[in-house]
């Protein structure tokens, strides 16, 4: 089996624009898209507010570097977020998962947890 590449597309290429010259439209739809994201996090997803508005950052910053202007960006903004939103909770059930399985929850379980503390008060 064989890897092809093809050849690039002759022509010219588009030239670069600053971020500086998309700022007053990015944040216009940064302003009239946030609160808006951060509620559908909270409700669809039960996060809280201040992890919703977490997901929605972070789906903004990830903006920065893929949104796409030409097609949809009100679009592929709330599949982000919904996706970013699911990862957040997963890794946060996990990370309570390991907390109830490796931190003991009573007085009693955490006495007879560290078996080196015991040793040391002994000696």
């Given at each position: 089996m064989?890897?092809?590449?093809t050849?690039?597309?002759?022509?010219?290429?588009?030239?670069?624009v600053?971020?500086?010259a998309?700022?007053?439209?990015?944040?216009?739809?940064?302003?009239?898209f946030?609160?808006?994201l951060?509620?559908?996090?909270?409700?669809k997803?039960?996060?809280?507010?201040?992890?919703a508005g977490?997901?929605?950052?972070?789906a903004f910053?990830?903006?920065?570097?893929?949104?796409d202007p030409?097609?949809n960006?009100?679009?592929w903004?709330?599949?982000?977020?919904?996706?970013?939103?699911?990862?957040?909770?997963?890794?946060d059930?996990?990370?309570?998962?390991?907390?109830?399985?490796?931190?003991?929850?009573?007085?009693?379980?955490?006495?007879?947890s560290?078996?080196s503390?015991?040793e040391a008060?002994?000696e």
């Open positions: 064989s890897v092809t590449q050849a690039r597309k002759p022509g010219p290429r588009p030239a670069p600053s971020r500086e998309y700022a007053p439209e990015l944040e216009a739809f940064y302003r009239q946030f609160l808006p951060v509620r559908r996090a909270v409700r997803q039960g996060l809280s507010m201040e992890d977490d997901v929605v950052q972070d910053i990830l903006a920065l570097g893929k949104l030409s097609k960006p009100k679009a903004l709330y599949q982000v977020v919904d996706h970013l939103a699911r990862n957040w909770r997963r890794k059930k996990r990370h309570a998962d390991l907390l109830a399985r490796w931190e003991p929850t009573t007085p009693d379980q955490r006495k007879h560290n078996p503390d015991e008060t002994h």
